[in-house]
């Protein structure tokens, strides 16, 4: 699009910083928590992942829209971010999956984006000064007026965003896009009978669901307030806690369930925020991140033994505040935060980043299989008694 046609927007900064732009997508006011994602591809996994509820994302990759959109690459049914940042727009992609452009795609669902800007240095910017509240405007062109906007915005932290992406009922996993993804089932012809795996929705992604499924489980999904009781009768092999937006600290309904469940002694993963569910109905803290961790190259491990992570997060584990029975498996190998623990007795484990990728390396899908074996050596030592 030549600029002359290109209609102005503007960036704010909750410091006051101010970015001179172009709009792309939809016009009017967005505002929300600016952060960066640092990956090559994915933008709309990235865009329909329910844990960047909130968010305005800026995408260092220089040039964004090459490969369009497609209705299989959606990871919930709409984008959650609440608008996009790009140094650069790709305004007629060139795949043979595309359906639509990228600035086509968020006009249509209402979701502002400014373009022409230096993304290096608004990324320097959140790096060295923190994510921070911001807005993008196309109808508010004065920076002192969309100042007094995202000042009296909320911050993220304490921020309990679950409410607004969890399901509002109990459904079971279908996959909605019925079409044949390349990474698909692993489950062996042995004819095994399918596992019941409850997930709690905290923000899941579909991708979660279909490696769930391609591992051999029956996936339930219900909302994230839904109470212990409710939960057993569905008599689950196994608890899956998702991922999701906004303060971990903040979802009390989540904690306080999770604590319940986890008397129950049935094995439990988490990913993510779900991760930081387990950690907190454990006992241990959580704190907000400078800049958090997004992006699809994140060294995580333990012992000389390295995964390669996608990872989406703005808060972590306070590794000092864990129990002296639950035990660390992963750290972030580029700042040494909690990205995996387990319990030393009990069927308990979950990751900070993300092995269902979509997108991602494959590096960690490993652990769906780890889930299913020890729903299966649970089955087992239950039947023995």
Known sequence: ??????????????????????????????????????AMTGYQEVATDPSYCGQIVTFTYPELGNTGVNPEDEESAHPHIRGAIARNICWRPSNWRSTQSLPDYLKERNIPGIYGIDTRSLTRKLRSSGAMNGGISTEILDAGELLK????????AGLNLVREVT????????????????????VDGNNRELLTVVAIDFGIKRNILRRLASYGCRVIVVPADTSPEEILKHNPDGIF???????????????ETTKALLKQEKPVFGICMGHQILGLSMGAETFKLKFGHRGLNHPAGLQRQVEITSQNHGFAINADTLDAEVEITHLNLNDRTVAGLRHKSLPFFSVQYHPEASPGPHDADYLFEQFVQTMRSSQSLQSAS
């Open 241 to 255: 806690l998702s991922n999701g937006p906004g303060d971990p600290a903040a979802v009390s309904e989540g904690i």
């Open 167 to 186: 399901t509002t009922e109990v459904y079971e996993w279908s996959d909605p896009t019925d079409s044949h993804w390349e990474f698909g089932p692993v």
């Open 149 to 156: 906007q995202v000042t009296a915005a909320p911050s993220m």
């Open 1 to 38: 699009m030549p600029v002359s046609a290109a209609t102005p927007a503007l960036l704010v900064l909750a410091d006051g910083t101010s970015y001179q732009g172009w709009s792309f997508g939809a016009t009017g006011t967005a505002i929300g928590e600016v952060v960066f994602n640092t």
